[in-house]
Every structure is written in C-alpha cells, then in structure tokens.
Nanobody, 122 residues
Framework: QVQLVESGGGLVQAGGSLRLSCAASERTFSSYNMGWIRQAPGKEREFVAAISRYGGRTDYADSVKGRFTISRDNAKNMVYLQMNSLKPEDTADYYC???????????????WGKGTQVTVSS
C-alpha cells in the first residue's frame, strides 16, 4: 500500500499562493492515479484535483478550476498542488491521495496521507 506524506501547508492571505508537495513511498508510483482532497472544519471531505498515472489527464473540482494546478514527477515519486488566488473558503486540511482505478473513476481516492493544514486569511 502506498504511503503518502504531505508538506507545504501554512497560513497565507487571500489572493496569495501556496504549493503543496506529496512524497510517495512506492516503487510502482506510476501505477497510481494521484490527487488531492480536502476537509474544511465542520464539513465533509471533498475532491480537489486528480492526475492520471503518467500525467496525461487532469481533473479539478469546479471550485478550484483555473486557480489550482496538479502535477506529478514519476522519477521522484512526487505530486504537487499549486494553489493560486487563494480564498478564505479554501481553508482546510489537504490530503494527498491515490487510487489504482480507471481514468473514469480517477476522482475516487482509496489511499491518503495524514494531511497538511492550509489557512487563508481574509
């Protein structure tokens, strides 16, 4: 089972940017679709972004489309989430996630890390 460790969270003002990173300890990293999910205080966990095994396909939640960019580096077993134009409603714990599903089910995550906190002040 893939192990995922996130980093890069923090406090940022509205309109600012953050880049989250995720390190995966799995030799078959390229066999996983990767993604990010988040959970805001008092809310359910929600999908943020996903990227296919070799990066050819990406998918985003409507709430982050045009502001967030997901990418991966299979040579380094890393996945990233560049977050621009951050809003207070982006405040949440962000979790790196993975699955071995088909492209059609790329959003459905089966494994995730312990999370990193992102706080956006107004």
């Amino acid at each position: 089972q893939v192990q995922l460790v996130e980093s890069g969270g923090g406090l940022v003002q509205a309109g600012g940017s953050l880049r989250l990173s995720c390190a995966a300890s799995e030799r078959t990293f390229s066999s996983y679709n990767m993604g990010w999910i988040r959970q805001a205080p008092g809310k359910e966990r929600e999908f943020v972004a996903a990227i296919s095994r070799y990066g050819g396909r990406t998918d985003y939640a409507d709430s982050v489309k045009g502001r967030f960019t997901i990418s991966r580096d299979n040579a380094k077993n890393m996945v990233y989430l560049q977050m621009n134009s951050l809003k207070p409603e982006d405040t949440a714990d962000y979790y790196c996630a993975a699955n071995r599903r088909t492209i059609a089910a790329m959003r459905v995550m089966d494994y995730w890390g312990k999370g990193t906190q992102v706080t956006v002040s107004s």
